[in-house]
C-alpha cells in the first residue's frame, strides 16, 4: 500500500465524511478541559499550541472547520491547560515507531515502514506491554496505532505521578536497556533481557552489525554465530550464554551483548517516555503524511493497520 501524504481536499474529506468526536477515546473525552490540545495546518509541526477546550461540542468544531494536518493532545492532566501550568499528573507512555527501529527484517529505506516492519513494531509493544503487566503489575493499559508505530498508554494510578527519571528507569527495565551481569543469569530481568535477544539475534547479519560502532565484533565470527544459531539460541533459552560465548571471542561476545542493548534502547523513543509534558498525536485524528488514520486498538494481536486504520479517501484512490 502507497503510504503517500494526503491532500487539503482529501483532508476535507476526512473531517467533514468520516470523522466524527466519537472517534475520541473515553481516556481523552473524560479529560477533555484538563488537556493541553496541539496543531498543525501545513505540515510544518505543531504551532498552534496551549490550545483548551471546555467542552466536546468545541473541540468538534474546531477540528470540523480546521481540518488540521495533523492534532495532539497533551499526556499531562493540568488545572489551567491554556498556560500549560498546574500540572497534576501524566499518562505513562511508550512510542514503539517502525520506521525507527535499529533493526528490521525487511528493506525498507530509512524513514519508510512497510507490513513486516510494522508487525515487527507489533511484536515489540507486546513484549513491552507483557512486561508492564506480569512485573510491575499495571492494568489500565492502551494501545493507538500512531500512523508509523504504536503508543502504549498506562493509566494505572501509581504511574500518572512518576518522575521523569523515575520514568527513565522504568524504561530501561522494560526495553532491555541494561546489559545483565554476566554471571548472573536467573531472574527475572536477565530472562526478559534473554528473550529480547533471542529476537534479535536472528536480525544481525554482517550488513546490520555494520551499522553499529562495535568494532571489536568481527563479522566472520557474527558469520559463524547465525551458522550455529539454533543451538545458541536453544542454550540462550536455557539461561545460559556458554555456547554464545564459546563462538564468539570474549571480545566480540560482550560487543554483541553491547549492540542488543543499543538496539533495545533505540526500539523505543526515550525523549517520548520522559517527558511529562509531551504531547501526542490524537487518537483518531488523521496522519496526513502517511494517510493514515491514528487509532485506538483494542485488539493488538489482531490489529492490521493496513486493513482498520486506512481512511475511506485512500480506499477510493
Ligand atoms: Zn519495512
Same mark, same amino acid.
Given at each position: ?5 494526503a491532500?487539503?481536499e ?8 468520516e470523522w466524527k468526536a466519537s472517534?475520541l477515546?473515553?481516556?481523552i473525552?473524560?479529560?477533555?478541559t484538563m488537556?493541553?490540545?496541539a ?7 505543531? @504551532?498552534?499550541?496551549?490550545?483548551n477546550?471546555v ?6 468544531g474546531?477540528m ?6 495533523a ?7 493540568? @488545572?489551567?491547560?491554556?498556560k500549560?501550568s498546574?500540572w497534576l499528573?501524566?499518562e505513562?507512555v511508550?512510542d ?6 535499529p533493526?528490521?527484517?525487511c ?11 510494522m508487525?515487527e513494531?507489533k511484536e515489540?509493544?507486546l513484549?513491552i506491554?507483557?512486561?508492564l503487566r506480569?512485573?510491575?503489575?499495571l ?8 500512523g508509523?508505530g504504536y503508543?502504549i498508554?498506562v493509566?494505572d494510578?501509581e ?7 523515575e520514568r527513565?528507569?522504568?524504561?530501561d527495565y ?6 545483565p551481569e554476566k554471571?548472573?543469569?536467573k531472574?527475572?530481568?536477565p530472562e526478559l533481557?534473554? @528473550? @529480547?535477544a533471542i =529476537? ?6 554482517a550488513d546490520?552489525?555494520?551499522?553499529f560502532d562495535?568494532p571489536a565484533?568481527r563479522?566472520h565470527?557474527?558469520?559463524?554465530l547465525l551458522?550455529y ?8 533459552e536455557n539461561?545460559?550464554f556458554? =555456547?554464545f ?6 571480545k566480540?561476545?560482550l560487543?554483541?551483548l553491547?549492540t ?9 523513543d526515550?525523549?517520548v517516555t520522559v517527558?511529562? =509534558?509531551?504531547?501526542?498525536r490524537?487518537p483518531?485524528s488523521?496522519h ?5 488514520i491514528?487509532?485506538?486498538v =483494542? ?5 492490521d493497520p493496513f486493513?482498520?486504520a486506512?481512511p475511506?479517501?485512500v480506499m477510493?484512490?
Open positions: 500500500m502507497l503510504l503517500r501524504e491532500t487539503p482529501e483532508r476535507r474529506l476526512y473531517y467533514l465524511e472517534y477515546p473515553d481516556y473525552t473524560g479529560s477533555l488537556r493541553e490540545f496543531f498543525d495546518y501545513n505540515g510544518e509541526g505543531p @504551532k498552534d499550541r496551549y490550545r477546550f467542552s466536546l461540542t468545541q473541540f468538534e474546531h470540523v472547520s480546521s481540518q488540521p494536518y492534532a495532539y493532545s497533551s499526556v499531562a492532566f493540568y @488545572k489551567e491547560p491554556q500549560r498546574g499528573s501524566a505513562l511508550f514503539i515507531d517502525a520506521k525507527d527501529l533493526v528490521r527484517s528493506n525498507c529505506r530509512k524513514g519508510d515502514v512497510c507490513e513486516v516492519c508487525g513494531a515489540f509493544v513484549s506491554s507483557d512486561t506480569d512485573i510491575f503489575s492494568k489500565d493499559i492502551k494501545f493507538v496505532y500512531s508509523r503508543h498508554r493509566f494510578e504511574v500518572l505521578t512518576l518522575s521523569s527519571q527513565a528507569e522504568l524504561l522494560v526495553a532491555g536497556n541494561v546489559v554471571e548472573n543469569l531472574g527475572r530481568y533481557f534473554i @528473550k @529480547k =529476537k534479535i539475534l536472528p536480525l544481525f547479519t546490520v552489525m555494520k551499522e562495535q565484533v563479522v565470527r557474527v558469520h559463524r551458522k544459531l539454533p543451538d545458541v539460541l536453544e542454550d540462550i539461561g545460559s556458554r =555456547k560465548r564459546e563462538i564468539l571471542s570474549n566480540t561476545y560487543s554483541l553491547e542488543i542493548r543499543e538496539v533495545n534502547a533505540g526500539m523505543v526515550a525523549k517527558d511529562v =509534558k509531551r504531547i501526542l490524537l483518531g488523521l496526513s503524511k502517511v494517510s493514515m491514528c487509532t485506538p =483494542k485488539n493488538l494481536e489482531s490489529f486493513r482498520d486506512v475511506r479517501f477510493e484512490r
